[in-house]
Every structure is written in structure tokens, then in C-alpha cells.
């Protein structure tokens, strides 16, 4: 797991919506969200919930509030994109990729990187 699949994720997330693959960009878009999450977690030396809810929880219980709703909202999408019979729509999709790039960026700057750094594993 690094900063560079996280960025990586967003970016094919960003080419899926292009395409129209709107319940693969919203997929990507959470996946992306959800593993610098788990980086800037581990970055604190914290144990990693496999629920969804508990690590949104947990990310929430750092100071993350606003940023712990946006990955919340994102799983809902992704929820739906996964396991529902419904599609995700182009709107959905594009404020998902808008949430998970606030997460991404957001927390690259607590991780010590830019947003253009791929360069390194964390």
C-alpha cells in the first residue's frame, strides 16, 4: 500500500469517468479515499478496522470530521456502484472523485508529500 497507488486509483478513477464507466470511477474514486486513510493511520501507529464504518470512525476521531463524512459518503456510492442493481450516475461520480481527491490531498500534506509526489512508498 502506498501514496502512489492511492494517487494512482484517482487518476483511473478521473479516466473511468471519461469513458462513462461511472460505477467503476466511484469504486476507484472510495479505494483511493480509503487507502490513504489507512495510510495516515498507520502513520500514527493505529490498528486498522476492516469495517468501513469503524475506520470512517476512527479517521473521524483524529480531528478528520469533515473529511471522515466525505468518506462515508463515498462508501454509500461505492455501495451502490458494487452492490446494488442501480447504476451510479455521472454526477455521482464526479463528486466522488471531488471527495476522494479532498481526501487524498488533504492528507499527503499530513503524510509530508505533494499531490504530484509518486516517488516514494510509504
Do not use: C, H, W
Amino acid at each position: 500500500m502506498s501514496v502512489e497507488k492511492a494517487a494512482r486509483l484517482l487518476e483511473e478513477a478521473r479516466m473511468d469517468l471519461k469513458v462513462g464507466n461511472y460505477n467503476k470511477s466511484a469504486s476507484a474514486s472510495y479505494f483511493s479515499a480509503r487507502m490513504m486513510v489507512e495510510l495516515f493511520l498507520r502513520s500514527r501507529k493505529l490498528s486498522i478496522p476492516r469495517r468501513d464504518d469503524k475506520l470512517a470512525n476512527l479517521f473521524e476521531n483524529q480531528g478528520f470530521k469533515e473529511l471522515s463524512n466525505d468518506l462515508r459518503k463515498l462508501y454509500d456510492v461505492r455501495k451502490k456502484a458494487d452492490y446494488s442493481g442501480k447504476f451510479v450516475t455521472q454526477e455521482e461520480a464526479e463528486i466522488s472523485i471531488e471527495r476522494a481527491r479532498g481526501i487524498v490531498e488533504a492528507l499527503m500534506g499530513y503524510l509530508g508529500r505533494r499531490t504530484d509526489d509518486t516517488t516514494s512508498e510509504t
